[in-house]
Every structure is written in structure tokens, then in C-alpha cells.
């Protein structure tokens, strides 16, 4: 049997998930990564986008997360996740609003900081609405 990674996944209200996989597919920031059993250490951002988590030789999970932080050790892999819900639960009135409501930020901003933070909301909302199941 080859060796497992703990996969946890850490929402700011609670612990999502933790239990040991085959690999982790995350959204990094600098691009998707995978994480196996004995990975080097290492500690990056995540953009919004999908985990994928492989276990027993398929994707046994999808789950959307809206960006944040990924440590990464030999045995563990943690992703703290501003906002992560599976893919399966993502609906097209559910991603439709949030584009509205970014375009309608974006459209209102008029400070830098109010454009910086509506141009997140706008990735998120296109990254859940790349993700969303196909029916």
C-alpha cells in the first residue's frame, strides 16, 4: 500500500475535512500543485478555484475553495480556506448572483481599495462559476 498524506481542510468557522488520501490537487496562486506523501515542506497562497483529492486511484472529492493559505510538510497537508463547499453543491443561481453582485461592486468602486476588493469577489464568483457541475 503506498503511503498516505493527511489532508485537512480548515474553514475560519471549523475543520472541514481531515483524513488521509493518495494526493491533493491544489489551486496555488502560482499554479496548481499536487501533494503526496513526503512532499518538501513548503508554504503558499491558493487562488479560487478546486481541490481535487485522490484516493484509492480516482478523485474520490471536488471542493471549491475561494483562496487562502496551503502548508505543506513530508505527512500533511493543511489548506486554510476563506470559504471551500463541494462541488457538487455549487448551483448556477448560486454563482449568477455573486457575478452580479461583483459586477455591481466593480461597477461602483471608487476607491483603489474598493476596486481591488470587488475584482476578488469577481475571481471568485468566475472561479465557482468555471467549477460549477455541468447538467
Known sequence: MADKIKFELVSPAKLLISSPVDMVIVPGTEGDFGALAQHAPMITTVRPGVIDVHDGGKVSNRIFVAGGFAEVNEERITVLAEEALPVADITHDMYSARLQAAKEALADAK????????????????????????H
Open 111 to 134: 476607491t483603489d481599495g474598493t476596486r481591488i476588493a470587488a475584482e476578488q469577489l469577481l475571481a471568485i464568483a468566475q472561479a465557482m462559476q468555471a467549477a460549477a457541475p455541468r
